[in-house]
């Protein structure tokens, strides 16, 4: 499957210097375009089967711009100057997939990528930025959050996690022929997608707030593979600190909710239940 991150793909020894432009980190170069199923060097399924269904679409929140992904940067000796505003956009083109190799590794919003969590990689959208992809093969679509940088192969637009992937019928073939729109963008007003859609009650359980990544994403791997649906791991500012939350949601139903709930307290004694 192709793949193409700022923080996993570009060789730095490799780039041309372009003035005003950040080098993207080092890593192996991209596989040959012929070849759209080769992974990456090290890259490859999960280890483990996950149900993916029960993972939900990203949720467009109101998030600040990323601080070091949306400058001008090179890779390949191409130089990427990322978009001020997302309104309006609109693309078409060939989409991948990304997994196993990278899970865990920065991206380059700083955000840890988690093949499980609904994100994708864009050469050029603003980080953050919900976009709605559509499997234009088979009209199936997700929506996503928009936290990295790639892919960099001709003709891709856009570089899937595994779990959109699967989501969308795709992961198998390694790539498919996608329609991107963008949905909400750091910095832009916040406004729904179908603005006459009433707002429906949705309910999280938290199972723990951490100051260390490692410990939010440890911990979510060990509800996953306990069976407890649609687990992330959220970063959040509150009094000036960094706090990562791992929760299963959203659940549109308070009883779902408790019993999520039932389910998670004898793995997080701490776990509750929330509301937004």
């Not at 060789?11 to 041309?16: F, P, S, V």
């Not at 432009?21 to 280890?47: I, M, Q, T, V, W």
């Not at 959040?236 to 791992?246: D, M, P, S």
Request: proline content about 8%; some cysteine.
């Amino acid at each position: 499957m192709a793949r193409g991150t700022v923080t996993a793909l570009a060789c730095c020894a490799l780039l041309a210097a372009c003035a005003g432009a950040e080098r993207a980190p080092p890593h192996s170069p991209p596989p040959p375009d012929d070849n759209p199923r080769k992974f990456y060097p090290g890259d490859g399924l999960p280890e483990e089967e996950v149900d993916v269904a029960a993972i939900p679409d990203a949720v467009p929140v109101a998030e600040p711009r990323s601080a070091n992904g949306n400058r001008p940067y090179a890779a390949f000796g191409k130089t990427y100057v990322p978009l001020k505003s997302a309104r309006g956009f609109r693309q078409r083109g060939t989409a991948s997939w990304y997994g196993r190799g990278f899970h865990g590794r920065r991206t380059a919003s700083g955000e840890r990528y988690d093949m499980f969590a609904m994100t994708a990689a864009h050469p050029t959208l603003p980080l953050p930025t919900f976009v709605r992809v559509r499997n234009i093969g088979n009209g199936l679509s997700v929506v996503v959050k928009v936290n990295d940088r790639g892919p960099f192969l001709r003709g891709r637009v856009i570089d899937l996690s595994f779990a959109a992937a699967k989501k969308l019928r795709m992961a198998a073939a390694g790539t498919a022929e996608v329609e991107v729109t963008a949905v909400f963008a750091a910095g832009d007003a916040m406004e729904k997608e179908n603005p006459g859609d009433a707002a429906e009650p949705q309910w999280f359980v938290q199972a723990g707030a951490f100051a260390s990544e490692d410990s939010a994403l440890q911990l979510a791997q060990h509800l996953r593979r306990n069976g407890v649906p649609a687990v992330g791991v959220t970063g959040i500012e509150k009094n000036g600190a960094k706090l990562y939350r791992v929760r299963a949601g959203p659940i549109r139903d308070g009883e779902n909710a408790e019993r999520v709930l039932r389910q998670v307290l004898p793995l997080a004694a701490g776990a509750r239940l929330v509301g937004i």
